[in-house]
């Protein structure tokens, strides 16, 4: 069974930084995407980023492009989101997500996503 566990959440100002992390447990993560959504009160949850674990390659939403870094270590299960530049509307509950089959061509999809973590909250002040 595969296991993500958020951390890093917290409160923080307009125009800072934060550093989320998601621990994966279970499986052999070699051929998953790994991506971050979050959920924005009385919003539905979006795609953040993402990461192909084999290549490494990115992707990310026009709204945080720019401005957020996903990375993975690949030797750790450990994914990565590095936040700069936090907005207001920025404020979300962040989650980590696994999707062991592992297409380009899905990989902003929220359905295509089998594992999901408890999520960390996030809070931009202005």
């Known amino acids: 069974q595969v296991q993500l566990v958020e951390s890093g959440g917290g409160l923080v100002q307009a125009g800072g930084s934060l550093r989320l992390s998601c621990a994966a447990s279970?499986?052999?993560?070699?051929?998953?995407?790994m991506a971050w959504f979050r959920q924005a009160p009385g919003k539905e949850r979006e795609f953040v980023a993402a990461?192909?674990?084999?290549?490494?390659?990115?992707y990310y939403s026009d709204a945080v492009k720019g401005r957020f870094t996903i990375s993975g270590n690949n030797a750790k299960n450990m994914v990565y989101l590095q936040m700069d530049s936090l907005k207001p509307e920025d404020t979300a509950v962040y989650y980590c997500?696994?999707?062991?089959?592992?297409?380009?061509?899905?990989?902003?999809?929220?359905?295509?996503?089998?594992?999901w973590g408890q999520g960390t909250r996030v809070t931009v002040s202005s």
């Open positions: 997500a696994a999707d062991r089959v592992g297409l380009l061509s899905t990989l902003r999809l929220l359905a295509t996503y089998d594992y």
């Open positions: 279970g499986r052999t993560f070699s051929s998953y995407n």
């Open positions: 990461i192909r674990w084999s290549g490494g390659d990115t």
